[in-house]
């Protein structure tokens, strides 16, 4: 049976809060070209297999939203990150693949 992370927040929800709160830390999981092409404002990029060894860049203490494309990799991280000790991490579902907030590009 797949594990699934029970703390999660929709679409909807986590645009309200980006929209009131600069302070969010939002992790997109996705791999850097699908990142590339087009993220939500100040995500940061770790991809799901570099998640372990880039732990340190992340605050134990801090509220952690993790994105992909449908929720399944993001769900994948979560499970990590709650298994390394960070308490408050948040699945975002259904993710990028039907987000309809503000995106930036990389690619020019």
């Known amino acids: 049976m ?12 986590l645009n309200q809060k980006l929209e009131t709160n600069t302070n969010i830390v939002l992790i997109d ?8 092409f087009n993220h939500i404002p ?23 939203y993790v994105v992909c ?3 399944n ?11 390394k000790g960070f308490a408050k991490v948040i699945n975002v579902v259904p993710g990028m693949s039907e987000w309809t907030g503000k995106t930036v590009s990389l690619n020019k």
């Open 2 to 13: 797949e594990r699934k992370h029970l703390n999660v927040i929709d679409n909807e929800e």
């Open 29 to 36: 999981v996705r791999e850097a070209a699908e990142y590339a």
């Open 42 to 64: 100040n995500a940061i990029s770790i991809p799901l297999g570099e998640l372990e060894d880039r732990l340190d860049e992340l605050n134990k203490n801090d509220e952690i």
């Open 69 to 71: 494309r449908t929720g």
């Open 73 to 83: 990799r993001s769900d994948l991280a979560a499970q990590k990150l709650a298994d």
